[in-house]
């Protein structure tokens, strides 16, 4: 069914010469699939079943670019993406081994280093899952990630009913305490949805990142997801060469759980299971649900 969803799809749009889609795993928000055709090499498509009325692979197309362009980040080539439908040029998946993470240590660091920028925010809105990701510009980073990262979840059904009433008052209570809980940070180009299954290979075997979210953020957005999202044994060589490169702090661990509240938010918001987002952040919030 899938396949010949996305096989109609590609037809659509012209490209004739696909013969026949695999489906592929991984996505959670499209329909994928890797499409064999006659005379070119294999592509990846994705599509909705029932596309949103916004242009979301419009923005995720403007987005590998980013990266790539400014943040030099390997990413697929696009070669089509409209309402309906983005394809690209097929990836690998990732290799074990610590030397790929290290070099991939590498790459995200020379993303956040090079790409400081003055704001937090990006020039448009584009899409975390099927969400709307608010991207408006801001001077400041703290309100900036309790307004358009945390407490824009609280008005989700999914999330209404995940937490009660003392887990809703408890995050806005962290929200007000956020200058007090993270360090200031600049702003710098982030993928925004770094969860390991966004990290691929190029067909030559260098780290590629695909489904982004971007925005001008703190980089720590990033590696907290990356570090929350089951990394392999060898990825701890990742986060070694990125915390020297970078010369992160010797805290930073500790301020995961609440940098990722934004992703778990995101998690419980869209998915049902929530694969135990929804007590991760009730178990974080826990230490705000007073005033103490």
């Known amino acids: 069914m899938r396949?010949?969803?996305?096989?109609?799809?590609?037809?659509?749009?012209?490209?004739?010469d696909v013969v026949a889609v695999e489906p592929a795993t991984g996505g959670?928000?499209?329909?994928?699939?890797?499409?064999?055709?006659?005379?070119?090499?294999?592509?990846?498509?994705?599509?909705?079943?029932?596309?949103?009325?916004?242009?979301?692979?419009?923005?995720?197309?403007?987005?590998?670019?980013?990266l790539r362009e400014l943040g030099g980040l390997a990413t697929?080539?696009?070669?089509?993406?409209?309402?309906?439908?983005l394809v690209l040029s097929a990836l690998r998946p990732k290799p074990g081994g610590a030397a790929f993470w290290e070099e991939f240590a590498h790459a995200l660091a020379h993303l956040h280093v090079g790409t400081v920028h003055p704001r937090f925010g990006w020039h448009r809105d584009n899409w975390l899952g099927r969400r709307r990701q608010i991207n408006t510009w801001h001077d400041d980073g703290f309100a900036f990630f309790a307004e358009h990262r945390l407490l824009r979840w609280l008005g989700e059904p999914r999330v209404?009913?995940?937490?009660?009433?003392?887990?809703?008052?408890?995050?806005?209570?962290?929200?007000d305490r956020l200058p007090e809980l993270l360090p200031e940070r600049p702003a710098c180009l982030t993928h925004g949805d770094l969860w390991t299954q966004n990290l691929m290979a190029t067909p030559d075997g260098r780290p590629a990142v695909i489904d982004p979210a971007v925005s001008?953020?703190?980089?720590?957005?990033d590696?907290?997801?990356?570090?929350?999202?089951?990394?392999?044994?060898?990825?701890?060589?990742?986060?070694?060469?990125?915390?020297?490169?970078?010369?992160?702090d010797r805290d930073w661990r500790a301020r995961m759980p609440?940098?990722?509240?934004?992703?778990?938010l995101a998690v419980v918001a869209q998915f049902d299971p929530d694969w135990g987002a929804a007590e991760i952040i009730r178990s974080t919030l826990a230490p705000f649900r007073t005033s103490a």
């Not at 499209?30 to 599509?47: E, M, N, Q, W, Y």
């Open 160 to 175: 209404e009913a995940a937490l009660d009433a003392g887990d809703r008052a408890a995050l806005v209570r962290l929200c």
């Open 258 to 264: 609440i940098v990722q509240l934004r992703q778990h």
């Open 3 to 16: 396949s010949t969803f996305l096989l109609d799809c590609l037809h659509r749009a012209g490209m004739g």
């Open 28 to 66: 959670l928000a499209a329909l994928a699939g890797i499409a064999t055709r006659r005379d070119a090499p294999p592509v990846f498509v994705k599509a909705f079943a029932d596309p949103p009325d916004d242009d979301v692979f419009g923005a995720e197309a403007e987005g590998l670019a980013a």
């Open 223 to 248: 590696l907290a997801h990356v570090w929350s999202t089951a990394p392999p044994p060898e990825a701890d060589r990742f986060f070694a060469v990125y915390a020297e490169l970078t010369a992160l």
């Open 216 to 221: 001008y953020m703190w980089a720590e957005v």
């Open 76 to 85: 697929p080539d696009v070669i089509l993406a409209n309402r309906e439908l």
